[in-house]
């Protein structure tokens, strides 16, 4: 009997019961415990198939070329021979493996070569593009390409902003006060009066619709919802395809900027046009006094004018900085935007010609010009106060400090009341004319992202840090 394994006698011999396969005990059951097979047929085989066979020890005796020492030496001399050749088949093999591994590094090297240039070559275009008034910027309408002038606004609209700036600078400072508008008193009296779960997380920006009932926002997942304070349900949820970064009314449609550079508009929860786009990220949107005109940003250094009657791109004016946010004159002949160099600039809406410069230090994050005209507000990131700029003066008349960080300020109708924004708590402050002085009538600790005011000021519209929507009322 020979071992199927080995092929030598077995000293302590067994069989398969499946196969009848003769192995040395000690092989099968090593075998067994790694593979749980027989190894000839490759069918399964336990410990508990073996039988073992009875038969007389087997004596093994000594190989005959073992039996002097010439036959030793040679023994000896073979084995040296075959380690001497396994031995250089490992350096080759060491050798080849370094060669190979030496090619792999150099072409690692030259691919971050390769990328590196491509990088600094990919920045030097985009600095270049946003330093260069382009005549024949590209800019959709409904999938449509339309070269537009870069700085001009067409005739019709220029004067519609003429008119605009008419009619609202001569009726500003005459302006009373609504009869039924919030006073000091009601704006103390804010509680909670409703809180909406989370339904858009990563939101940073609500806007309402003129009634004051209709609240848009969206976040990160790319969408964005149209909620009725008064009904609290959602209307429409809007599919806007990347994280939604700024949204705005245009009457009763919804305007929604992206983080993919997109400006969309939707009706009745369908999108029904893309007015354009910028070279990167949006980050802010802003609709003109007259309704005709509508503004967005975008870390590619520029601002766009957009001709709503015809849905197309008016103009498009590129800047010193990425900008970080913006907002219209209440007039409408201003244009103001904050860049990332931590300049304010204000540009002429019609001729998109730069006008003044303020400096804010860091990153403004919010602006919002006040509607007595002369003033406006401006938060920088990560500070604890609010700056009040005089246009007149061209300089900081106050500075409020809220004692917690503020990300947004948003004046009312009547240019009393701010309300600011941040982490820590929702404030508002009043200017009083009479006294020339400032207080605070209301300051609740409740983290907020953005508020805005509800109609004739009488509620704050709160969009908290977790997506959710509170409702500040007396």
Same mark, same amino acid.
Not at 194 to 202: A, H, T
């Given at each position: &009997? ?5 092929? $030598? ?19 099968? $059951? ?18 508990? @198939? ?17 039996? !002097?020492?010439? !036959?030793?030496? #040679? ?6 021979? +075959?380690?001497?050749? %396994? ?12 060669? %190979? ?44 390409? &339309? ?31 609504? $009869? ?9 009296? /804010? ?29 990160? @997942? ?13 209307? #429409? ?28 508009? /939707?009706?009745?929860?369908? $999108? ?5 786009? #910028? ?7 802003? &609709? ?58 204000? /540009?002429?809406?019609?001729?998109? +010609? ?7 230090? @860091? ?30 003066? &061209? ?63 009488? !509620? ?15």
């Amino acid at each position: &009997m020979l071992c199927a394994i080995s092929g $030598e006698a077995p000293q302590v011999p067994v069989a398969s019961r499946k196969s009848g396969n003769v192995f040395e005990k000690r092989l099968i $059951e090593a075998h067994i415990a790694e593979h749980h097979t027989d190894p000839v047929t490759g069918e399964d085989l336990s410990v508990d @198939d073996l039988i073992e066979l009875k038969s007389a020890r087997i004596v093994r005796p000594r190989p005959p070329t073992l039996t !002097s020492i010439p !036959s030793l030496l #040679h023994a000896f001399q073979t084995e040296w021979d +075959a380690i001497a050749l %396994e031995t250089f088949t490992l350096k080759q093999q060491l050798a080849q493996t370094r060669q %190979e591994l030496s090619t792999a590094l150099y072409q690692n090297d030259a691919a971050t070569r390769v990328i590196a240039r491509l990088t600094r070559e990919r920045d030097e275009a985009r600095d270049a593009l946003s330093n260069v008034t382009i005549s024949a910027g590209g800019a959709t309408s409904n999938g449509d390409a &339309m070269q537009v002038d870069s700085q001009e606004l067409p005739e019709a609209l220029a004067t519609k902003v003429d008119e605009t700036q008419a009619k609202l600078s001569s009726t500003r400072r005459k302006r009373p006060v609504p $009869e039924n508008w919030a006073t000091a008193e009601t704006i103390q009296a /804010f509680e909670s009066t409703q809180s909406i779960d989370p339904l858009y997380p990563g939101s940073s920006l609500v806007s309402l619709d003129e009634s004051g009932d209709l609240a848009l926002f969206g976040g990160a @997942d790319g969408v964005a919802g149209i909620y009725s304070i008064s009904k609290k349900e959602t209307i #429409h949820a809007l599919e806007c395809g990347s994280a939604v970064i700024a949204t705005s009314w245009w009457d009763s449609r919804q305007v929604v900027a992206t983080s993919a550079g997109a400006v969309k508009v /939707f009706e009745d929860g369908a $999108e029904i046009c893309q007015l354009g786009s #910028h070279a990167g990220a949006a980050t802010s949107l802003a &609709m003109h006094p007259s309704g005709q005109i509508l503004a967005s940003t975008g870390v590619d250094k520029s601002f766009i004018f957009y001709d709503l009657s015809n849905k197309k791109v008016a103009s498009h004016i590129y800047t010193e900085s990425e900008i970080t946010c913006s907002g219209f004159h209440p007039d409408g002949h201003l244009f103001a935007v904050g860049g990332k160099d931590g300049q304010i600039r204000l /540009f002429d809406v019609k001729s998109g +010609a730069s006008m003044a410069s303020f400096d804010a230090g @860091d990153p403004p994050q919010s602006i919002s010009f006040s509607e007595n005209g002369t003033w406006f507000a401006s938060i920088v990131r990560g500070q604890t106060s609010v700056a009040i700029w005089d246009l007149r003066k &061209m300089a900081t008349i106050k500075v409020l400090e809220i004692g917690s960080q503020v990300e947004s300020v948003h004046w009312d109708y009547t240019g009393q009341f701010a309300a600011i924004a941040g982490p820590g708590c929702v404030s508002v402050q009043q200017y009083s004319k009479s006294t020339k002085s400032w207080s605070e009538p209301f300051r609740k600790a409740i983290p907020a992202k953005d508020v805005q005011w509800g109609s004739e000021a009488s !509620s704050l519209v709160v969009l908290t840090p977790e997506g959710g929507i509170d409702i500040l009322s007396s």
